[in-house]
Structures are given as C-alpha cells and as structure tokens.
C-alpha cells in the first residue's frame, strides 16, 4: 500500500493520523512548561528536578527530540513511498517519549532506571527511521539516519556522563548533531519553500541552486561540530566553527530571503537559518576570545537557531498538511516574534551582570509565549481531522 493510500484508509483518532500531529503538539506543550520550571528552580525555587541537568536534557532530548520525530515520521514516508507510522504503532511511540519525561521528572526517585527509560525513545526512533529510509532504498537520506542515530546516542552519552565524568561530552554531540541536521535538512527546505513561493508570485530572483559553497557549509559544521564535541577548548576548534558559521550565513545570503520578506512563513526560516551561522560564529569566538562566552553561543544556537527553526517547520508542516493555507495569520507572527525575542533576550542575559536573572526570566516568558501560544492557536488542527474541501 502507498503512503497516500495507507493515510486515507486509516479511520482512528485524528491526532494519530501523522506523526506531525502528536510529536509538535505535545512538544510544544513540554517545552512552554520546562523552561518556567527550569528558571523558577535556577531563582531560587524547591524544585529537586529542575537542576542544570535536567534543564540541558529536557530542552534538547525531550523537546527536540520530539520535533525531530514529528517531522520525520512524517517526511521519510513521503521520502520512500512507504507504510507511515501511524495510528498503534504511532500511539506506541508517543508513549515511549511520554515515559521518558515522566522518568526524568522522576529521576531522583527512579535512579539508574530513568536513564534506561529515557534512553528508549530516540533508539527506537533512530531504528524506525533506519529501517524505512533502508527499506525504501532512500540512499540520499542515509545522513539523516546517520545523525539520529548520533542524537540517540548522545542521549544515552549525557547519562553516562551527568552519573560519572561531567566533562559535557553527551551536551555537546547533540547540539553538533543538531546543528547538522539543520545545516542539512534547513539547507533542502529553505531554499526550496522560498523558490516555490517566488513561483507562485512569478518573481525572476530565485534562490541559488546547490553549488560547492553549499557543499563546504555541510563539510565545515560537520567538522566544528565533531571538534567541538572531542576537542571543545583547541584554538583550531574555534576557527572551524567561525569557517562554519561564517559559511552558513554565505550560503543563506545566496537565497535571497528578503525577496519573501512580505511573507512571515517563508522569512522565518530565512531567520532561523541566520541563528544557525550566528551561533555557530559566536561559539567559535568565545574558544578564541573571553569577550564572548561560551554559553552565547551555545543559547545562539539552542534558544535561537533550534527554537526558531522548529517553530517554523512546525507552523508550516502543520498549515500544509491539514488543508491551511501557506500563510502566516497574526497569531503566527506573533509567535515568530516571541521566539525571536526569547533568543535575543536568552542571548544578551550573559552580557547583562546584575540584570541577568530579569532577562532570564523574560526569555523564559516569551518562550513559554511562542510554544504554548503555538499549542494553543494550531492545537485544534493538530487534533482534528482535516476539513473537507468544498
């Protein structure tokens, strides 16, 4: 049975339908809860959860970890012509990110248990993502698959790590796991919503196409990403990841984002990919200079380049795939706002001194703004079967 064949044979709850549906809706819920809870513990709140820790890994396997399988479990089939994860199966995988977050809520009761838990999700995700891009002979996605299954084991590295050395190797894998993935997958849709846009208006300026320049933006972030994960402090790191940085931003100017400025759906990946180049420039500053540190560039590329670029994906797979029009309304840009704003915020905090616990806690609110107001205005659509056309 085809993808589009199997999708309109399954008669079980809308919100099972796509993996888009539960994985963006219940992520957007847990990511507009776990920041308030994370600064009210970082200012002086009693709760035994929200430490350092647990804030790192709930943002980056818990959150991101959803969007990511959200997207996947809903692009790979349209990849390979393959069954979709849907309905049971689907519900099954939910379940397993649901026990996760649980555990770690639970881990000082749990112990080691929670870790095995937690654990579960991404390394079956990473296996369904393997075993369909493999069986649908996809071999252009095998990168794809390749950094899951990198961020899966990133997730059972921080384990390892948080319970014994505390060097901040299973952190880093992931963020360079996941600016990759961005590199990647922004690299292929950015460009080619903002052409399929510009067609539409019959505008003659279109995004560059593939060339070299695209090619070593890839190669760069890879190379910073697995310098920066085994050697964080070397001098030569820092240069790879301003190569990188410095790379990305060239390659985003070749696709002439602001011939889309008129249209917020399109721009805010132009903006999200902007955050990634950032992120990964003011990461390298700060090994080469103390003037910048360290968790600037780090933000930059998590609140910013992560934040802004999964909202975007989210609003625009979420409009597409239920029937929407391609259009931002005023909800949606005010959800674009408040994201960037976060990121901005979240980015200035280190440079702030005594002002930084109030721009923490602004973050944090306009955080809380973008992905529970996300939940709240695209929750319905999430949850409901697709309108009928007229």
């Not at 696709?255 to 990461?283: F, K, S, T």
Request: aromatic share 10%; charged share 10%; glycine share 12%.
């Amino acid at each position: 049975m085809s993808t589009a064949a199997a999708r309109r044979a399954y008669t079980g709850p809308a919100l099972l339908s796509f993996g888009f549906r539960p994985f963006f809706l219940f992520g957007s819920i847990w990511a507009a809860l776990a920041v308030p809870i994370w600064i009210w513990s970082f200012l002086g709140g009693a709760a035994p959860i929200a430490h350092r820790d647990w804030h790192v890994h709930e943002m980056l396997f818990g959150f991101l970890g959803a969007i990511m399988a959200g997207f996947l479990t809903t692009a790979v089939p349209n990849w390979t012509g393959r069954m979709p994860v849907i309905g049971a199966p689907l519900g099954a995988l939910v379940g397993l990110w649901i026990a996760g977050r649980v555990a770690m809520l639970a881990a000082w009761w749990l112990g080691p248990a929670a870790a095995a838990i937690d654990a579960a999700f991404l390394l079956v995700f990473a296996g369904v993502v393997w075993r369909e891009v493999i069986e649908g002979r996809n071999w252009r996605n095998l990168p794809v698959c390749g950094l899951v299954t990198v961020f899966a084991f990133a997730n059972v590295a921080f384990h390892v790590d948080t319970a014994v050395w505390q060097t901040g190797m299973g952190e880093r894998l992931a963020v360079g796991a996941a600016a990759l993935l961005l590199c990647l997958i922004g690299g292929r849709i950015t460009p080619s919503f903002t052409r399929n846009w510009m067609k539409a208006r019959r505008l003659s300026l279109e995004p560059a196409s593939f060339s070299p320049l695209d090619q070593a933006a890839l190669l760069l972030t890879g190379l910073s990403a697995v310098g920066w994960a085994a050697f964080p402090t070397s001098a030569i790191t820092g240069g790879l990841l301003l190569a990188a940085g410095a790379a990305n931003l060239a390659r985003l100017a070749g696709w002439r984002g602001w011939a889309a400025a008129r249209e917020p759906l399109v721009w805010i990946l132009h903006a999200g990919y902007a955050w990634l180049g950032v992120g990964l420039a003011m990461l390298g500053a700060s090994r080469l200079t103390d003037v910048v540190p360290q968790t600037a560039g780090v933000h930059a590329l998590t609140a910013g380049a992560i934040g802004v670029m999964t909202l975007a994906v989210m609003t625009r797979a979420t409009r597409g795939h239920t029937g929407r029009p391609l259009a931002a309304d005023a909800a949606t840009t005010a959800l674009y706002a408040a994201i960037n704003g976060a990121a901005l915020l979240r980015l200035a905090a280190p440079f702030a001194g005594a002002s930084q616990p109030m721009l923490l806690i602004a973050s944090a609110a306009l955080w809380t703004l973008a992905f529970g107001g996300f939940a709240a205005c695209y929750g319905r659509m999430l949850s409901t079967p697709r309108p009928a056309l007229a």
